[in-house]
């Protein structure tokens, strides 16, 4: 626990709202703690201490399945409490306010707000109206910053530094808040990172971002290092933004004959649910270049290290307030 409090004396945030606003330094200091928990647990130790006592609300507004069990598993492996909330059955079909909502789960003792919102910016308006820790588990658009962690992890997994290495993200980058954390956190570690989809998918001057823009994956497979295959969001866009399925996965389906011709040994991920025959076949989805379901083992100890690092933040503010 030693080596994990020297780790946690550097974090500095109150709250992790996305990887816009954090440093490469920021986001090692995540990818080296889940590392540290990773380790544990193949020690056999899955079961910590640090935030017994504490109470984790998950407040998921929009649906959700690996990301509310992973962070809920992440808590209780860390021995907190936890309040899940859904949307469906609240008293929000009752005219009660997103914030309301929010206060009266913060009254009940919770800590850590862990929230998912359809809004974009609801988790940073959230934060300014609560004093609890504030973790973003997506907002509408915007970012996704504990799915880009997960997979900027399995990636480092793989190849042991992220930097010089050539990502391409592939799919509706349009309407896809995991692109955009991956693609702020990618370029922090040094990959150089491709957006590749089709031309209605690609968002309006997204170069400023510092990435290249590709409309066609065979033009980019044999550069790409990882690609990492977003799914389409079929309940965001209008049909206009795309084309037939058919179509999409002719073109940028990853499928047996691409794998062929890319590098041998290319990491292939995913960010679930995927639709297989769409953005990616089944032979891909389960070979050996993929790493989908090291993303999921993975997304927990990540999450584990977000709300650990928050928690030892939040007790040593409270340390300054007492002294102050």
Known sequence: MANMESSASKWTKKHLLGLEGLSAEEITLILDQAAEFKRLAAAGETKLSPLAGTVVANLFFENSTRTKTSFSLAAKRLSADTIDFTASGSSLSKGETFFDTARNIEAMGANQVVVRHGTPGAPHLLAKHVDVAVLNAGDGTHEHPTQALLDIFTVREQRGSLEGLTV??????????????????????????????????????????????????????????????????????????????????????MNGDRIQRAKDDVVILAPGPINRGVEITPDVADGSHSVILDQVTNGLVIRMACLYLLHQRQQELATQEATA
């Open 168 to 253: 391409t993200l592939v799919g509706d980058i349009l309407h896809s808040r995991v692109a955009r954390s991956n693609i702020w956190g990618l370029t922090k570690l040094g990959a150089d990172v491709i957006v590749c989809g089709p031309s209605t998918l690609i968002p309006p001057e997204v170069e400023r971002l510092g990435v290249r823009v590709s409309n066609s994956l065979d033009e980019v497979l044999a550069e790409t290092d990882c690609i990492n295959l977003l799914r389409i969001q079929f309940e965001r866009q209008r049909n206009a933004y795309f084309p037939s399925i058919r179509e999409y996965a002719h073109f940028f389906g």
